[in-house]
Structures are given as C-alpha cells and as structure tokens.
T-cell receptor, first 116, second 116 residues
Framework: AQSVTQLGSHVSVSEGALVLLRCNYS??????LFWYVQYPNQGLQLLLK??????LVKGINGFEAEFKKSETSFHLTKPSAHMSDAAEYFC??????????????FGTGTRLLVSP | DAGVIQSPRHEVTEMGQEVTLRCKPI?????LFWYRQTMMRGLELLIY????????DSGMPEDRFSAKMPNASFSTLKIQPSEPRDSAVYFC??????????????FGSGTRLTVV
C-alpha cells in the first residue's frame, strides 16, 4: 500500500529564505505524487503534481518539487519565502499507471511559518 | 464554476443530536469524497462515490455515520447520534472521471463541526 511521510510537522523560515518541505513516499508501483496547500479556514488546493512526465514539476505561487526515485522523495521547494506562503502543506500519493482509479493517501501535513 | 460547495460552514450541536452535512460537487465530476480532519488523526478518507454509487466506506468510523449521494449534484454525510469526539472539520472533494489521480481533487471549504 502507498504511504507518504512528511518530515517535520512545523517548518519556520524568514521571509526571503529558501523553503524546503520534505516528503518521502512508499509505493510498490510507480507513483503519482501531489502537493496540496491549505490556508487557514480553507480547503486543500492543488499546488502541483507528478504523473511520470518530467521529474521536476513546477506549480503555482513559485513552488516546485523534484521526483527522485532513488531517494523515494518528492520534496517541495521555493527559492524565496513570502509571508503569504504561511499555510499547511500536504504531500499525497496514489498508484500510477493505467490501473484505474486509485485514491489519494495524504501525509500528516507540515505547517510552514514565515517570519518577517 | 463555483467549485465544491459545502454547507453549513460551521455547525454547533449538542451531543445526541443528528447532524447533516451537505456537499455539491463540481458539475461533471464523477467522483465525490468525504474527509475528516482533526489535529490528532490528520486527514482521513471516510467514504467515496463514483457515479453516485458508494465505492469504499471502510473509513466510516462507525454505524452512527452514513453518507448518501442521491444524484450527481448532491451528497450528504449524516451523524446520528453525534458525540463530542466527532468534532472535526469535514471536507468534501470531487474529481473527474478520467484519470482522477491525474487531475487531483478539488476540495470544498469544509464544515467545522463542534459537538458539545
């Protein structure tokens, strides 16, 4: 069964600093991987997704993530944090390929705190 | 499109009362999901539907919980009787039929349920 592990329930950065949120996955088949963002009192919003095309995936708001099969990782990065990036971020995985519908499995989330 | 619409946004009820949460998915989306989010357990998938048919309800915590989807544009999640431990944010999400994992899910803004 697929699973994801997000290292660090909280990450604090200063405005303008690099953002790095870690996600490692476990899957017996090639996975599809997703990052979602949740702003306070809102639902989850898709940030970016990897579906076996390019390993470096660019998303909204300047975020990107790189799929590294050898490390079973899909870390989320942004070169320069902005105050508006403060939110909770969720990594999710599902089975890839043409196997029909596969539900997403979410990680426990990482809360990003951005200080001035 | 107005997105996934959930009502009410907030619900406060007394223990033992019946609670009904409502969801209107995005038009044309054939999958509908109900999630529960708590600090302790994170995001939990309760049940999902495909073309109005319940596919997997293994996440429903107990018989007090029930979900229905009488048509493609409406779903309900009912808790009867409610208990304080049911207090959580309940999210509805929908997805397209073709390769839903390729497109990701669209989440509603959630219903914050408080049972006192």
């Amino acid at each position: 069964a697929q699973s994801v592990t997000q290292l660090g329930s909280h990450v604090s950065v200063s405005e303008g600093a690099l953002v790095l949120l870690r996600c490692n996955y476990s899957s017996s088949v090639p996975p599809y991987l997703f990052w979602y963002v949740q702003y306070p009192n809102q639902g989850l919003q898709l940030l970016l997704k990897y579906t076996s095309a390019a390993t470096l995936v660019k998303g909204i708001n300047g975020f990107e993530a790189e799929f590294k099969k050898s490390e079973t990782s899909f870390h989320l990065t942004k070169p320069s944090a902005h105050m508006s990036d403060a939110a909770e971020y969720f990594c999710a995985v599902s089975e890839g390929g043409d196997t029909g519908f596969q539900k997403l499995v979410f990680g426990t989330g990482t809360r990003l705190l951005v200080s001035p | 499109d107005a997105g996934v619409i959930q009502s009410p946004r907030h619900e406060v009820t007394e223990m033992g009362q019946e609670v009904t949460l409502r969801c209107k998915p995005i038009s044309g989306h054939d999958y509908l999901f109900w999630y529960r989010q708590t600090m302790m357990r994170g995001l939990e998938l309760l049940i999902y539907f495909n073309n109005n048919v319940p596919i997997d309800d293994s996440g429903m915590p107990e018989d007090r919980f029930s979900a229905k989807m009488p048509n493609a544009s409406f779903s309900t999640l009912k808790i009867q009787p409610s208990e304080p431990r049911d207090s959580a944010v309940y999210f509805c999400a929908s997805s397209e039929d073709r390769g839903p994992t390729n497109y990701g899910y669209t989440f509603g803004s959630g219903t914050r349920l408080t049972v006192v």
